[in-house]
C-alpha cells in the first residue's frame, strides 16, 4: 500500500486479520510488531519512537510475505531497492542477526537498527528514529531518480570526495552514486543527520572493509587451504596413483600367477583328459574286438543254434518214440506187476498156507514127537519103575546093602523123585531124615501132592508116582512137552463162551464156569502113533501164537492166576512153582484164534537166573504184584528193569494187582498201580485169581493189543514188500 510520502510499505497485520488468526490479548497471539508497537508506546523516547516505526516499516518491507520473521533470501530481495550488493547485504544479515540462527526476528532486527543509530553521538532516540525515518525516507528518495545528482555544487562534491576518501570507500564501494545521492539528501534536508550518517557510513565502511579484509584474510586463508588442499590432494592423488600402480602390479602378478597355476592345472587337466582318452581309445579297441568276437561267436552260435535245433527236432521225435515206448514198457510193466503183485499174494498166500500147514505138520509133528517121547519116556518110567522095583526086591533082600542108585531115566531123573518132583536140596535131605516137605506144584501147574481132594481130575491113579516133568529152554523147543497126571494135556482149546465145570476146586468157585476138561487116553496105554485116541482130534491150528512170560514175586499168585485162567480153578496153598512152567491158552479175539504160551516163572530170588533167559523170546511180559504185599510191589520197578534190559520197550506189558478180593487186607492203594502203568506205558488191572476177576479180561485185552500189533507189522511188511517189488520190477 503507498503511504502519503510516496513511500510504499506493506500493512502490518494485526493479530486476528489475514490468515483469520485471533488477536493475543484475549489469548490471541501478539504480532512480533505489536511487541515493537507496546514498547514504543511504553518506554520509547519519541525519536526513538519514530525510529522503531521506521524499523517496523522496514522489518515489514523486508518480511513481505509476513512470516514474522526475515530469512536471507528477503534480505537479498532488498538488493533491488537498496544500493547495496548481495555481500553487502549478507553482512548487514550477519550484522543483525544477533543469535545467528539464520533469521531475523523484529526484536533483533529493530535493535540493531536502534544500536546502530543510537550509538553514534548518543543522539537522541528521536534523532535516531527521525534519522532512521530519515535514512529510510533517503532510500526512499533514492527512488526519485538521478535529476538531482546535478544540482551539486563543487564543494559538496569536495566534501563528498573528502568523506569518501576519509572513509575509504573506494576501497569498498564500487558505485558511490546512492551514497552520494543520499548524503546531499540529508544535506539538504537533514543536515544534522550527517554526522550519523557519515558515522553509519564510517561503522558500516569499517566493518565493510573489515569484512573486506576478512574476506581477503579468508580468500587467502582459502586460497592458502584450497592450495594445501591441493597439494594434499595432489599428494594424496599421487600416493592414490601410486597405490593404484602397486595395486595393479600386484594384481597383475596375482595374475600371472593364477594364470600360470590355471594354465598349469589346465595342462594337468589336458594330460589326463588326453590319458582318458587314450584309455577310452583303448577301452574302444577292446570292445570293438570284443564285439567282432561276439560277433564272430554270434555266428557260431546261429551255426550250431540252427544244429542244435535240428538235434532238438531229432531228439524231440527221438522222445516222442521212447516217451511211446516208455508209455508202452509201463503199460507192460504195470501189467507185469499186477501179476507180480497177484503172483506174490498167490505166493503170500500160498507160503501162508504152507506155512500154516507146516506149523500144523510141524505142532502134529510135535505133538507126535512129544507123544511119542512122552510113550518113550513113560516106557523108561515104567522100565525104571520096574527096575526100581527088581532093585527094591533086591534091595529088600539084601537089605543091609541099601544104597541108593541114580535114578536113570530123564535127563533130570537125578533132580525129580519118583512123583517127578524136583528135588531140592533140602528134600533129598528130607528123604533121607524124614522131614515133612511142602506140598509144591508140578511143572505143569498142576498138584503133585496126593489125590486132591475134590478134584475130578485124578492127578496121578494108582500107585504109580506121578510122571517125570522136564524143562525144555524156550530156546530149544517152542512147545515143550506138557504133562498132566501121566496124559499129554492136548492144546485145550478154552473159548470164554465156553461152559466147563469145575470140578476139582474146593468148593464151587461161585459165578466161574466149570472147566470141562477134554477126554484124555486111557491111562498106561504103550507109546506110539495110536497113543493119539481118537476123540483127540488135534483142534484147529491157532491164527496166531504168542509167548507170553509172567514174573512177579514169590507168593504174589501167578501160579493160581494162570490156574483160573486155565482151568478156571483155584488151589488155595499152592506150592511154589520151581524153576520155570508152560501152558497153552487158545482165546478167541475178534474171530480169530489166538493161542498164548504162558510161561509161568518161579518167583523165588533163586530161579531169577533161569526166568531171565525166558525173556529175550517173549513176545509179550505179564508182571503181577501182591496188593495185600507193598514189598511185591515195590519190587515192580525191578522186573521191569531186567524185562527193559531184555528186550528194551519192543514187547507190550501186563501189570496185575492179585488179591482184589482180599481187600480189607490191601496195602497197595489202586492209584499206585496206576501211576506206575502210566509212567511205564503198560496195561493195568487189579485182578484176583481166587474170584477169577479181571483174570479173562486182562489177559484178553492182552491177546488183542498183540494181535493188533501184529497186524500193523504184517501191513507194514507187506506194504515194504510190494514197495521192494515195485523197485525190483522197475528197477
Ligand atoms: N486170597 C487170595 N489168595 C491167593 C490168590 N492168588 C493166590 N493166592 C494164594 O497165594 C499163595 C501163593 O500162590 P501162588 O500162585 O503159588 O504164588 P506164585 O506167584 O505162583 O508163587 P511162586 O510160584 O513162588 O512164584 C497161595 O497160597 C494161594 O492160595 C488170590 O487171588 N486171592
Ligand atoms: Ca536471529
Ligand atoms: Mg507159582
Not at 538531482?148 to 558511490?176: H, P, S, T, W, Y
Not at 512129544?370 to 522095583?389: A, G, P, T, V
Not at 485124578?458 to 517125570?468: E, I, K, N, Q
Amino acid at each position: 500500500m503507498a503511504t502519503p510520502d510516496g513511500r510504499v510499505v506493506s500493512r502490518p497485520q494485526r493479530p486476528g486479520q489475514g490468515s483469520g488468526q485471533k488477536p493475543k490479548g484475549s489469548g490471541a497471539c501478539l504480532h512480533p510488531l505489536d511487541s515493537l508497537e507496546q514498547r514504543e508506546t511504553q518506554e520509547q523516547a519519541p525519536g526513538q519512537l519514530i525510529m522503531l516505526r521506521k524499523a517496523q516499516e522496514f522489518f515489514q518491507t523486508c518480511d513481505a510475505e509476513g512470516k514474522g520473521f526475515i530469512a536471507r533470501r528477503d534480505m537479498q530481495k532488498l538488493h533491488k531497492e537498496l544500493p547495496l550488493s548481495l555481500e553487502e547485504l549478507e553482512d548487514v544479515f550477519d550484522a543483525l542477526d544477533a543469535d545467528g540462527n539464520g533469521y531475523l526476528t523484529p526484536e533483533e532486527f529493530t535493535t540493531g537498527f536502534s544500536h546502530f543509530f543510537f550509538s553514534q553521538n548518543n543522539p537522541s532516540q528521536e534523532d535516531a528514529g527521525e534519522q532512521v525515518t530519515q535514512h529510510h525516507e533517503e532510500q526512499v528518495y533514492q527512488s526519485r531518480g538521478e535529476e538531482d545528482l546535478g544540482n551539486m555544487d563543487e564543494d559538496e562534491e569536495a566534501q563528498f570526495q573528502m568523506l569518501m576518501d576519509r572513509l575509504g570507500a573506494q576501497k569498498v564501494l564500487e558505485d558511490e552514486s546512492d551514497v552520494k545521492q543520499l548524503w546531499l539528501q540529508l544535506k539538504k534536508d537533514e543536515p544534522h543527520l550527517l554526522s550519523n550518517f557519515e558515522d553509519f557510513l564510517t561503522r558500516i565502511f569499517s566493518q565493510l572493509q573489515e569484512a573486506h579484509e576478512e574476506k581477503n584474510e579468508l580468500e587467502c586463508a582459502l586460497k592458502r587451504k584450497i592450495a594445501a588442499y591441493d597439494e594434499e590432494i595432489q599428494h594424496l592423488y599421487e600416493e592414490m596413483e601410486q597405490q593404484i600402480k602397486n595395486e595393479k602390479e600386484q594384481f597383475l602378478l596375482k595374475d600371472t600367477e593364477r594364470f600360470q597355476a590355471r594354465s598349469q592345472e589346465l595342462e594337468q587337466k589336458l594330460l589326463c583328459k588326453e590319458q582318458e582318452l587314450e584309455q577310452l581309445t583303448q577301452k574302444q579297441k577292446r570292445l570293438e574286438g570284443q564285439c567282432t568276437a561276439l560277433h564272430h561267436d554270434k555266428h557260431e552260435t546261429k551255426t550250431e543254434n540252427n544244429k542244435l535245433k535240428l538235434t532238438n527236432q531229432e531228439l524231440a521225435r527221438e522222445l516222442e518214440r521212447t516217451s511211446q515206448e516208455l508209455q508202452e514198457a509201463q503199460q507192460q510193466l504195470e501189467s507185469l506187476q499186477q501179476e507180480a503183485c497177484k503172483l506174490h499174494q498167490e505166493k503170500e498166500m500160498e507160503v501162508y498156507r504152507v506155512t500154516e500147514s507146516l506149523q500144523r505138520e510141524k505142532a502134529g509133528l510135535l505133538k507126535q514127537l512129544d507123544f511119542l517121547r512122552e510113550r518113550n519116556k513113560h516106557l523108561r518110567d515104567e522100565r525104571d519103575i520096574c527096575f526100581q522095583k527088581d532093585k527094591a526086591a533086591k534091595a529088600n533082600t539084601a537089605a543091609s546093602k541099601a544104597s541108593w542108585k541114580r535114578r536113570s531115566g530123564s535127563v533130570i531123573g537125578k533132580y525129580v523123585d519118583g512123583r517127578g518132583i524136583l528135588r531140592s536140596q533140602s528134600e533129598e535131605e528130607e528123604e533121607v531124615f524124614g522131614i515133612p516137605r511142602r506140598s509144591s506144584l508140578g511143572l505143569s501147574g498142576y498138584p503133585l501132592t496126593e489125590e486132591e481132594p475134590g478134584t475130578g481130575e485124578t492127578g496121578h491113579g494108582g500107585p504109580y508116582p506121578r510122571p517125570l516133568r522136564r524143562i525144555i529152554s524156550i530156546e530149544e523147543d517152542p512147545l515143550p512137552q506138557l504133562l498132566d497126571g501121566g496124559f499129554e494135556q492136548p492144546l485145550s482149546k478154552c473159548p470164554e463162551e465156553e461152559e466147563v465145570s469145575d470140578q476139582g476146586v474146593q468148593g464151587q468157585i461161585q459165578g466161574s464156569p466149570p472147566l470141562k476138561l477134554t477126554p484124555t487116553s486111557p491111562r498106561g496105554q504103550p507109546v506110539g502113533k495110536e497113543a493119539l485116541c481118537k476123540e483127540e482130534s488135534a483142534p484147529s491150528a491157532p491164527d496166531r501164537l504168542f509167548k507170553i512170560v509172567f514174573v512177579g514175586n514169590s507168593a504174589v499168585g501167578k501160579t493160581s492166576f494162570l490156574k483160573r485162567f486155565c482151568e478156571d480153578r483155584f488151589s488155595p496153598g499152592m506150592a511154589a512153582t520151581v524153576g520155570i512152567d508152560y501152558r497153552v491158552k487158545t482165546v478167541n479175539v475178534d474171530d480169530s484164534q489166538v493161542a498164548l504160551q504162558l510161561w509161568d516163572t518161579a518167583g523165588q530170588e533163586r530161579y531169577r537166573c533161569i526166568t531171565q533167559q525166558f525173556f529175550r523170546k517173549a513176545d509179550a511180559v505179564i508182571v503181577m504184584y501182591d496188593l495185600t504185599a507193598k514189598q511185591s510191589f515195590l519190587s515192580v520197578r525191578g522186573w521191569l528193569s531186567s524185562v527193559e534190559e531184555a528186550v528194551g520197550d519192543r514187547v507190550p506189558v501186563l501189570l496185575l494187582g492179585n488179591k482184589l478180593d482180599n481187600e480189607q487186607e490191601r496195602e497197595v492203594p489202586r492209584g499206585l498201580g496206576e501211576q506206575l502203568a502210566k509212567e511205564n506205558n503198560l496195561i493195568f488191572y487189579e485182578c484176583s485169581a481166587y474170584s477169577g476177576h479181571n483174570t479173562k479180561e486182562s489177559l484178553l485185552h492182552l491177546a488183542r493189543f498183540l494181535k493188533e500189533q501184529e497186524d500193523t507189522v504184517r501191513e507194514d511188511t507187506i506194504q515194504v514188500g510190494r514197495l521192494a517189488k515195485k523197485k525190483s520190477c522197475c528197477g
